[in-house]
């Protein structure tokens, strides 16, 4: 199946700083990738789609100034928590649609924010 | 808005024993998807259901999607202690590519 690779897998970071997550497609183009948090024990909630050439498109709730999404090629979209503080601590996740419209999901970003 | 809710939230069982999560929509779907989550790990596709009353089988997992598009179940028989995780279920938002994911079984497999 289709591969999606996320990075950094695991990263700790002080509170104030900004963090920027990577999504690749490694072997197909995905002009549409997703953005997911996951807290602890819950399921995942969407934060935002990235659409590759435009804006992307926030869910209700989510602060696009804080989450900075760029989709800048077919094959890889970036997610920056700019200012993180320890609430923003979570697993974060993207995926990447195919051709077929099947959703592949990433191995998943941990972020500690202390 | 759309809610999509699975039962049980959690379900222990011995090894061998059968197992099935229920997964309830709010509105109506186009076709639901069900995903395995390892402790730790990530969700990973197992399976898409698009027509009404459909059955899908993967070796000791049934998939089956409610007649009225609204419902469905993954029932695994004999469970092994490799079947252990958080199963999910998720259909898309109305008529968008965006997927709802329901709130998740976590099952435990006792050896």
């Known amino acids: 199946g289709a591969v999606v690779s996320q990075h950094p897998s695991r990263v700790i970071c002080k509170s104030g700083t900004s963090v920027k997550i990577e999504c690749r497609s490694l072997?197909?183009?995905?002009?549409?990738m997703f953005w997911y948090r996951q807290f602890p024990k819950q399921s995942l909630m969407l934060m935002a789609t990235?659409?590759?050439?435009?804006?992307?498109?926030?869910e209700q709730g989510v602060e696009k100034d804080k989450f900075l999404i760029n989709h800048a090629s077919l094959t890889l979209s970036t997610l920056t928590v700019t200012s993180a503080h320890p609430e923003d601590s979570s697993f974060y996740i993207c995926?990447?649609?195919?051709?077929?419209?099947?959703?592949?999901f990433g191995p998943g970003t941990r972020l500690l924010v202390l | 808005g759309q809610q999509v809710m699975q039962i049980p939230q959690y379900q222990h069982v011995q090894e061998g024993e059968d197992f099935t999560t229920y997964c309830n929509s709010s509105?109506?779907?186009?076709?639901i998807q069900w995903y395995k989550q390892r402790p730790g790990g990530h969700p990973v596709f197992l399976i898409q259901?698009?027509?009404?009353?459909e059955v899908k089988k993967q070796k000791r997992l049934t998939f089956q999607f409610g007649e009225a598009k609204k419902n469905s179940s993954l029932h695994i028989t004999a469970t092994q202690t490799t079947d252990v995780g958080t199963y999910f279920c998720?259909?898309?938002?109305?008529?968008?590519?965006?997927?709802?994911f329901g709130t998740g079984t976590l099952l435990a497999v006792q050896p």
């Open positions: 995926s990447a649609r195919d051709g077929q419209e099947t959703q592949y």
């Open positions: 072997d197909f183009q995905a002009t549409t």
């Open positions: 990235s659409n590759e050439g435009s804006k992307a498109t926030y």
């Open positions: 509105t109506t779907l186009s076709n």
């Open positions: 259901l698009v027509k009404s009353g």
């Open positions: 998720a259909g898309p938002r109305g008529a968008t590519n965006k997927l709802i």
